[in-house]
């Protein structure tokens, strides 16, 4: 039997009853179960068919933010009227507050260099992704420039390259088969996306040639993997749905180096969309901050606060499903399940195991593992989309809790 919707919430509540003493963080999640009954529910649970789907929505943090009465987002009627955010700032779509919030997080954080760098900011890193392309590919190339990148890479890659359709690039695919056949000066632009979508490996580029590289971090932060080191590359892609889980604000920002390639990147948002809705940016300045800030006062007023900070709590929770992941693998001998090793994060101050937000699986048997999920009532994304056999097949570890345990019962049947 699958859950239904109404079992889903009630799940949701008696967690909510029974983990929090706080009178307010409870009615908090009572009155989210009771719209959600009272609503469309099942296109807002990916819950189909009696399927469970993961598409990589990251629903995960919702329980904490239910849990922040200090992080609304107010914008008054008046605000945000004309088309440009801050009349000082070289480029005029981007939101000064929102400007120094990037940098001071990454600051905190220690996952990038920000500084003497360009701010960018993008509907999502999706639309960063194309302007970086329109900016690097070579205006005198006679033939497109070819787009690379490591496999398995990101399923978004290949579709997006392809679907502008541009004279000016092209996707071509495998680094590493590229590598083996290009000439020595040939330009590309070899995309490197670190933790890596879908397996959370920490990649680095294959080619080492003649070309650009645009690195795409938008893991790169302490509930997934441990901060090593501040990443420092020329083009760096950030976006807020993997730091809070605000997928639908549509913001995402790129750290830029060099000065030219800042502003052809900014030229194409401007042409493309005219900038970023300056309600995404107030709602993105608000989300940093209330993160930020989780770790000023541990004790606000004389009370101990309810939650972790912030980080900590993503790093925790991911954890504890990684580990409730393996154990339930441990019991079915169809599927190969990646390691990961044990880094020291200077943010976080101790060693841990990576916990990235997709597991990559692998069926021991030659069959179709997205076919073999789907018979099991679980939607996922096959490994041929990320340039991999189909015997791959990558689920999402970032959903409502409710949704999860069903997902570990359903693996865990797969004898």
């Known amino acids: 039997m699958h859950a239904s919707p109404e079992g889903i919430v009630n799940s949701l509540i008696l967690t909510a009853t029974s983990t929090y003493s706080s009178k307010k963080t409870t009615n908090a999640i009572l009155t989210f179960a009771a719209l959600k009954l009272t609503a469309n529910f099942e296109p807002c649970f990916c819950v189909f068919a009696g399927c469970v789907h993961y598409s990589g929505d990251p629903t995960l943090f919702e329980e904490y933010w239910l849990t922040q009465p200090d992080a609304p987002t107010v914008i008054p009627s008046w605000q945000g009227m004309s088309y440009f955010a801050h009349r000082n700032n070289d480029y005029l779509f981007v939101d000064y507050f929102l400007e120094q919030a990037i940098r001071k997080i990454h600051g905190m954080v220690g996952n990038a260099v920000t500084e003497g760098r360009y701010i960018v900011l993008g509907v999502g890193s999706t639309q960063l992704y194309q302007a970086a392309l329109y900016a690097l590919a070579s205006p005198e190339s006679p033939s497109p420039t070819p787009v690379v990148s490591a496999i398995p890479h990101y399923s978004s890659f290949e579709g997006c390259t392809k679907f502008m359709d541009s004279r000016k690039y092209k996707w071509v695919g495998d680094a590493e088969k590229f590598k083996r056949s290009a000439t020595k000066d ?192 679980i939607i996922a994304r096959g490994g041929a989309v990320f340039g991999m056999s189909t015997q791959y097949v990558r689920v999402s570890m970032l959903d409502r809790h409710p949704l999860f345990d069903l997902l570990l019962a359903r693996l865990a049947s797969l004898k």
């Open 186 to 377: 040939q330009p590309y632009i070899e995309l490197v996306t670190s933790p890596n979508n879908p397996c959370g490996s920490m990649n680095k580029p294959v080619v080492n040639g003649n070309g650009s590289v645009v690195n795409d971090l938008a893991y790169y932060w302490p509930h997934y993997t441990a901060i090593t080191a501040p990443a420092d590359y020329p083009i760096m892609l950030w976006t807020m749905s993997k730091i809070s889980g605000h997928a639908g604000t549509r913001l995402g920002w790129a750290i830029v180096e060099d000065a030219s390639v800042a502003a052809k990147m900014a030229y194409f948002i401007q042409l493309n969309t005219l900038g970023l809705s300056q309600d995404a940016q107030a709602r993105g300045i608000t989300l940093l901050r209330a993160i930020m800030s989780s770790y000023e006062n541990q004790r606000a007023g004389g009370v101990e606060r309810e939650r972790q900070p912030f980080f900590h709590y993503g790093q925790a929770v991911l954890e504890g499903r990684w580990r409730r992941m393996r154990q339930a693998l441990d019991n079915t001998s169809r599927f190969d399940l990646p390691e990961y090793e044990s880094s020291f994060c200077s943010f976080l101050g101790k060693n841990f195991r990576a916990n990235p937000a997709f597991l990559w699986l692998k069926c021991k048997a030659e069959e179709d593992c997205q076919q073999l999920l789907k018979e099991n009532k």
